[in-house]
């Protein structure tokens, strides 16, 4: 008696065969990997952020920003400072263990002075006392043509102490 044929489907094999699952989970590997490099490279090409903490900051005209002025810029993590020698923008960040350290404008003629172990700094952030090992960090400034301030807050600059040339003249 003749054997009833199979539909061709079920004749090669029924379901998913264990070769097909294998190249599916090398395809999916690829692709994962191929992601992840992706990934990569985005996070190191794109550009650093503009705006936030991290980038450049525009703050506005320089006349916003009297002599004398001590200004918490929080967008930024620093204060702006018009020192006679001209624009400081300090970093909030105690260089001893990292506490904000608040603007005293009540305190020795105004000073920064952190509440965490007492350390002071002068209006420029120069070091005076306390546990702290050197002066508050600096971002650099710059003046762009329209007389905007731009603040760097990607860019820390340590120092021990203060020196003129690390203001920013401001136009006369
Ligand atoms: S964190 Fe500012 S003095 Fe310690």
Redesign the pocket.
């Known amino acids: 008696m003749a054997e009833a044929s199979k539909p061709a489907a079920a004749a090669e094999g029924e379901g998913v065969s264990r070769r097909d699952v294998l190249r599916l989970g090398l395809f999916g590997s690829a692709l994962l990997f191929l992601a992840q490099i992706g990934g990569t490279f985005a996070t190191y090409f794109w550009p650093r952020k503009v705006g936030a903490f991290g980038g450049k900051i525009n703050i506005g005209h320089y006349s916003k920003y009297p002599p004398g002025s001590v200004t918490r810029v929080d967008a930024g993590k620093f204060y702006l400072v018009h020192h006679t020698d001209g624009l400081l923008a300090i970093y909030w960040r ?6 904000t ?1 608040p603007w005293q404008p009540n305190l020795e003629g105004g000073i920064f002075a ?6 002071k700094f002068a209006a420029t952030g120069e070091f005076i006392s ?3 090992p050197r002066s508050l960090d600096l971002f650099p400034v710059e003046i762009d043509a329209d007389g905007n301030v731009i603040v760097d807050t990607g860019t820390i600059i340590q120092r021990q102490g203060y020196s003129p040339d690390q203001a920013t003249p401001v136009p006369s």
């Open positions: 105690c260089t001893h263990l990292g506490c350290v952190c509440n965490c172990h007492g350390s306390g546990p702290a």
